[in-house]
């Protein structure tokens, strides 16, 4: 119970900053930038490239604990830990710097959109696949726990099984974005 005290504690603080920097970012925004434009494309990029990073990084540490092994509420290896870390926070960030990028050429009104869209999720869902079977080995930690009383066969084929959840979620969410 002290860890998901410490971890809830981390987790407001750091949720905490994130909406300060973005409470403060947006005022000054409006307050130093008169164009409308100009001022469109600051916020959006706050909102969807900074803020949106930063939360799923807040997410990640609260769940992995990449670098307090004592406080991680999975159990894996710290490597794992920072990998997924890393990897995903990045994601995210590309993903909202995607979402930024959309917006931005909505507003100009080019209509490449739909295109931006369509390779931006399939390099994503490829990064997602890359990310996935690196650490697939640290994944299956994570889904069988600290069991030590496994059977033979989920010891042999925990990675197998890890592996197959990642690819059966790329795909679902390749070939059904909108209804799963």
Known sequence: MDTLKTLSARA?????????FTVVALITANLVIKDVIGLFVITTFILYAIVIARVFGAIMHFI???????????????????????????LAAAVGFSFFLAAVIDKVGTGYV??????????FHIWIILVLGKARHGLTKIIIGDDENLTPGARAHGDLVASGFGCSRCLQLVFCPVRC
Not at 114 to 123: Q, S, T
Request: no cysteine; glycine share 10%; charged share 20%.
């Open 64 to 90: 992995l604990a990449p670098r307090r092994p004592e406080l991680r509420l999975v159990y894996t290896d710290s490597w794992t830990a920072q990998f997924i870390e890393r990897h995903f926070t990045l």
């Open 114 to 123: 739909g295109a931006l869209r369509f390779w931006l999720g399939i390099a």
């Open 12 to 20: 407001g603080i750091e949720i905490g900053g994130v909406l300060v």
